[in-house]
């Protein structure tokens, strides 16, 4: 099979994973316009600093031996299969980098013959890239499940980040669709590498300090294959920020391929405003202060998708509103909805030099549409409806259509 083939085949298997969203784009180059999305395997993806940089995205391989219901490259699917070698992969990744095509590579694999014997290939691939081509650039790599933890010491000595999949949200999940996946598969590498990030630098072979995966590790999250709650991944989403340190918990919408009396039927879509509804929750873990358990419940389990998660955790606290915008403690202004954590900082800084007034927040450019129903400036309320009516709701709630669902609004004004 010509390397190009492998490419297309293995760029194209990668695309689910949703690390890097944009792999796959195919179009050419018009006379007139200036670029063009290559065919096969680069991506986007976004550093710490906010840089956008592109990285060639592909499996290793796409042969399997498990059959994980909800997988594209599952052992019983009738696919076209490739698998590169080392010195493929190192030729591909060099020469698209030397052509200024990429920055880094995105290396993840189905697993073939064995975990261990998996993992023994990538590891070869980094080191050959590392040490033959003194290759410097950025470098995610995929951790496979039930690897030595050996090797993925080695492999996370020559990336900049790792990640290993948890996938589904429960382990209740896990053992209907992928039976011959095991939880501590991929708890207990994930526990490893953190203790190796917290443990800091280690003296190589070659006598350099290298930093063991210096952009620390994430993971995926499938939204919609099983029948988990909103609650169900918030909650492993918390845990896996506060005990494995994880940079980021990315989720992907369940796309139906396979069919399954198990899985959604091929017909449904992706549960894309749900995906983007969960980022937006995550965000409130993060920068918010709030915590899964107060933004979800065993009696509401999931999110209302109309509203964003800050304005459905507001109406289910009216009691807590309106607050004053001149006294209200950092904390709680940051919980109002249309105010950022930045914008609750600028305000209390404002605020210090003289009380804020109405005309004043509109110059502070707040999103007055939706905090004017949940604050009072100067003790006057200027909300058109009043806090506890039912109008409030629809006020709120964001058009179906409205272009959340291809993440292009900011997280909250
Ligand atoms: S192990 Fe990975 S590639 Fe293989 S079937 Fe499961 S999810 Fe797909």
Do not use: M
């Given at each position: 099979m010509q390397l190009l083939e492998k490419l297309q085949i293995l760029a194209d298997s990668a695309k689910y994973d949703v690390s890097c969203s944009s792999s796959g784009s195919n179009r050419a180059s018009k006379k007139g316009q200036l670029g063009n999305a290559a065919p096969a395997g680069i991506c986007h993806s976004w550093s710490d600093d906010g840089r956008c940089i592109s990285l060639l995205k592909v499996l290793f391989t796409n042969c399997c031996i498990y059959d994980c219901k909800y997988c594209v490259n599952r052992a019983s699917n009738d696919n076209r299969r490739a698998t590169f070698t080392p010195d493929e992969l190192c030729r591909l990744t060099i020469e698209f980098y030397r052509r200024n095509y990429i920055e880094g590579l995105f290396l993840s694999s189905a697993v073939i013959k064995s975990p261990d014997y998996t993992m023994e290939l990538i590891v070869a691939t980094l080191k050959k890239l590392r040490y033959e081509h003194q290759f410097n650039g950025y470098i995610h790599v995929k951790s496979i499940p039930g690897a030595d933890l050996r090797l993925i010491h080695e492999a996370g000595l020559l990336a900049d980040r790792m990640s290993i999949n948890i996938?589904?949200?429960?382990v209740q999940g896990l053992k209907l669709l992928?039976?011959?996946?095991?939880h501590n598969q991929i708890i207990k590498p994930m526990s490893y590498v953190k203790e190796q990030i917290l443990g800091g630098q280690e003296l190589t072979i070659y006598r350099k300090k290298q930093i063991f995966v210096p952009a620390g590790q994430t993971t995926q999250l499938i939204v919609g294959a099983t029948q988990d709650s909103d609650r169900t991944i918030l909650n492993l989403t918390q845990e896996l920020y506060r005990r494995y340190k994880l940079k980021r918990v990315y989720y992907s919408a369940y796309v139906p391929i396979n069919v399954h009396k198990d899985l959604p039927a091929v017909t449904t879509s992706p549960p894309l405003l749900r995906e983007h509804r969960i980022y937006q929750a995550d965000w409130l873990l993060r920068f918010y202060g709030f915590e899964a358990h107060e933004l979800l419940s065993?009696?509401?389990?999931?999110?209302?998708?109309?509203?964003d998660p800050k304005c459905f955790w507001a109406l289910n606290h009216l009691?807590?509103?309106?607050?004053?915008i001149n006294k209200a403690p950092l904390e709680m202004l940051m919980r109002v909805p249309g105010i950022g954590y930045k914008m609750a900082e600028r305000i209390v800084r404002a605020r210090r030099i003289a009380p804020l007034s109405y005309e004043d927040l509109k110059r502070m450019r707040v999103v007055l549409k939706r905090a004017k129903y949940f604050i009072t400036c100067k003790g006057a309320y200027y909300g058109?409806?009043?806090?506890?009516?039912?109008?409030l709701y629809p006020i709120l709630a964001e058009e179906k259509d409205s272009k959340c669902l291809y993440g292009q609004i900011s997280m909250f004004g």
């Open positions: 996938e589904l949200p429960s992928a039976p011959q996946k095991d065993e009696s509401q389990a999931n999110f209302d998708t109309r509203v009691d807590q509103f309106p607050v004053e058109d409806v009043d806090l506890d009516s039912d109008d």
